[in-house]
């Protein structure tokens, strides 16, 4: 029989729908306005804390629809944003310092969809709200660390080539070296010159009485250590943002050292900075064992620190490896003790810096610092102002018992909560520079839901009179089309969910275009079978006819649209890319229900009976 599928294609396609209703369910329930607590280092949430929070609310008349409990938070769930709110205040209030309070927007899928991995698909800044940040990177800062950097490899290399020095002075973005004598000065030249090719080393000519050399960044470096700042800062805000856990954010270069962010769904703009200038790392320094603190006075190269557990602790200033120098980190548990730990893993430098420290100062103690920079938005004077933080503590003294280089363990942490979180900033790595915010927007719900609103509008809108158009200008086949066209709807919505891609306006704007485009198709296919019904063909062979000779057509059509869409994602961004990403699933999804779709109805009212006549 010409126009019947076999019952495999049947069921694919039946199954296909099916799947394809079930991931796109959620999107029809919202979201619920909710409050998320998140204990900070040392603290931690339980069935406890939950009570008295639930407690503090009810007192407060205020009523939540569900809570939930997890290891790492607790999420409120609240039916409108005005208890939402309120409810924040009140956590903030009562709850002390440990815990931080953050407004949020929970998916409100229901449990049988969320056991399918059934999610909906994410909102985009211009139809959920959200926070966006212009960042502004401090070259100035960066251009100092890697001065900083490099003066202390010059006086590692001299100590190593046995050429003494008086003194390594850094002076703005230059090094002065002074020397006992001309000889030493004329041989380091030479030396550092080959060992260091992107600096420029001359005489201090200024300088009479002790011979003295001048190490100059070269432009070219100074230009890579700028870009290489900038573009080490979005990868680290990538990695930062993506592990803690905001969903498809936006982080993308604006010119030579401004960074753009754009967080959807956030709701809490000073959670949000905190989320950004969070910054947790650790150095490692032998102890000086050879002083003592006198007069809480340290002496000349080494530092006090205060310990974790009480006291202070001196430590000698040379900083042996660095947070910046660790590739990987990972939490766990130690097996002797059963602590806390995380097992770091350094670079290639790294690695052999430690190498040699721990070979040539066995038997001596080591310290970990921990440092952490935090940043915290007070109240004061009736204004909002951000404070910031410098905590440096020594973790861990431990006494080199052996040679190692790349790889070991860090010990010391309170627990394993807060060995994830060290782990996961470390991984995550530092900020290359200092970043600064000169710019802050907040896209409130309100005008989100507007857009929302104006958005799926223009859908309906453009869906319905495609409807109308195809049931009265082809009868029958019309209502297959049209059914076809809903079909495709559910497809994308689907599909936009399983990749759990970023829906925005220009988003919306593809899809209000693929609705256009997707009856084009069946168009061509519907006029091909009633030139052949007009040519006398029966109406079977007619339908056959129709779909098998409109095929390559259709074929050249999309395929064309699909290469364009291609190119607009690989090479457009943030607006344009949404745009291309909803068209390349609309041409997709609509080829398969304009040729596939209408071709099972027809087969199925059609296929299995003598016809006279056709009602298209």
Avoid: C
């Amino acid at each position: 029989m010409m126009n019947h599928f076999p019952a495999w294609k049947n069921t694919l396609i039946a199954l296909s729908l099916i799947i394809a209703i079930v991931y796109a369910l959620p999107n029809i329930y919202g979201e619920d306005p909710s409050v998320q607590i998140s204990p900070l280092r040392g603290a931690a949430v339980n069935a406890t804390l939950l009570a008295d929070v639930n407690k503090e609310l009810q007192s407060n008349n205020i009523s939540p629809i569900k809570d939930e409990l997890t290891a790492s938070r607790i999420l409120i769930r609240f039916s409108n944003t005005e208890e939402q709110l309120k409810a924040a205040d009140i956590i903030k209030t009562k709850l002390p310092r440990d815990y931080v309070i953050a407004l949020n927007l929970a998916p409100a899928t229901p449990q049988w969809l969320s056991a399918l991995n059934a999610s909906p698909m994410y909102l985009g800044l211009d139809l959920r709200g959200g926070v966006h940040f212009l960042l502004e990177v401090d070259m100035k800062a960066a251009e100092k660390q890697a001065v900083d950097r490099n003066a202390t490899d010059f006086r590692q290399f001299l100590r190593e080539n046995k050429l003494r020095y008086l003194s390594v002075v850094i002076n703005d973005s230059l090094v002065h070296i002074k020397f006992r004598n001309q000889t030493l000065h004329d041989e380091a030249v030479e030396k550092l010159s080959s060992q260091f090719p992107t600096w420029e080393f001359k005489p201090d000519v200024t300088e009479s009485s002790t011979p003295t050399l001048i190490a100059i960044m070269s432009t070219n470096e100074l230009a890579e250590v700028r870009k290489y700042a900038l573009q080490q800062n979005i990868i680290t805000l990538k990695n930062r943002v993506n592990e803690l856990g905001v969903a498809e954010p936006v982080i993308q270069q604006q010119g030579d050292n401004r960074i753009v962010v754009e967080l959807p769904g956030v709701q809490d703009t000073a959670r949000a900075k905190e989320i950004l200038g969070a910054t947790a790392t650790l150095e490692y320094h032998l102890v000086d064992v050879e002083h003592s603190i006198v007069a809480g006075r340290a002496p000349i190269g080494s530092k006090i620190y205060t310990r974790r557990e009480g006291g202070q602790i001196l430590l000698k200033k040379q900083i042996i490896v660095t947070g910046s120098e660790i590739v990987d980190a990972s939490s766990g548990i130690e097996s002797d003790t059963g602590s806390a730990m995380v097992s770091v893993s350094l670079d290639g430098p790294g690695g052999k810096k430690m190498s040699k420290t721990t070979r040539d100062n066995i038997g001596k103690p080591m310290a970990v610092v921990f440092i952490e920079n935090r940043t915290e938005t007070k109240m004061v004077d009736g204004k909002l102002v951000r404070q910031k933080t410098i905590i440096e503590e020594v973790i861990n003294v431990a006494t080199i018992r052996g040679h190692f280089s790349n790889r070991f363990q860090t010990t010391g942490l309170d627990n394993s909560a807060e060995a994830r979180d060290l782990a996961l900033l470390l991984r995550a790595g530092a900020l290359a520079a200092p970043i600064d915010i000169v710019e802050e927007r907040t896209v409130g719900p309100s005008l989100g839901q507007d857009n929302i609103d104006m958005g799926f509008n223009s859908v309906i809108i453009g869906f319905v009179v495609v409807l109308i158009f195809m049931a009265v200008y082809y009868k029958t086949f019309g209502l297959f089309a049209d059914i076809a066209l809903a079909t495709n709807l559910v497809f994308i919505i689907a599909i936009l969910s399983l990749l759990q891609a970023t829906l925005t306006l220009p988003g919306i704007a593809g899809i209000v275009l693929t609705v256009g485009m997707a009856v084009d198709a069946n168009v061509l296919i519907f006029e091909r079978i009633k030139e052949e019904l007009k040519n006398g063909n029966s109406p079977q062979a007619s339908i056959h006819a129709g779909y098998e000779k409109a095929f390559s057509t259709i074929a050249d059509a999309n395929i064309t649209t699909l290469i364009v869409a291609i190119i607009l994602f690989g090479f457009g961004t943030g607006p344009i890319k949404g745009f291309a990403i909803t068209l390349s699933i609309g041409i997709l999804t609509s080829m398969f229900t304009a040729i596939v779709g209408t071709r099972a109805l027809v087969n199925a009212t059609y296929g299995s009976r003598q016809i006279d006549t056709l009602k298209i």
